[in-house]
C-alpha cells in the first residue's frame, strides 16, 4: 500500500519492522487459542484423561496409563469375645490402598520416563472430577 515512489528496500524493511510485534503476538495468541480449545475437548473420562496425560508427558510412546484404584478391605487382627485363631497370609497395604479411604484411580507411569510431577499433578487435577482422588505410581 505504499506509493511507488516509497517502494524502496529500507522503507519497506522500516514497514515490516513495524508490523513484526503484531505478527509475533497473532501467532502467541493462535498457540494459545489452539491450547485451549484442546483442553476444552477433552473432560474427566478415563481415555480423555490418558489422551491428555501422553500428549504431554510421553508424547511419542504413549505408555501412561490410568487404573482402578485398589478397593482392599480392612483385616482386624483383635477382636473381642473371639477364641486365638490362625491368621493365614496377611498384606499390610497403604491407607491409600482400602475402600473407604483410599483413591478412585491410579496413574500409572513407566519407570523410565522423566517427567514433572508438579506439571503432572496440575494436568490430573485440571481435567479430573473434583470428589475423585488419586495417586501416581511407577511400573516397570
Partial sequence: M???FLRQARMIAWVKSLCFPIADLYDVWNANRTENLYMLMHNSQVCYLRAALNRSF????KRIRISEGNQNKYQYIYLQNVQPRFLGT???????DYAD???DF????PQGLLYDEYK???TINFYKLASKRYKIETYS
Fill in 58 to 61: 510421553d508424547a511419542e510412546q
Fill in 90 to 96: 496377611m498384606y499390610l497395604y497403604q491407607d491409600s
Fill in 2 to 4: 505504499l506509493p511507488p
Fill in 101 to 103: 479411604t483410599g483413591v
Fill in 120 to 122: 503432572m499433578k496440575k
Fill in 106 to 109: 491410579v496413574v500409572e507411569v
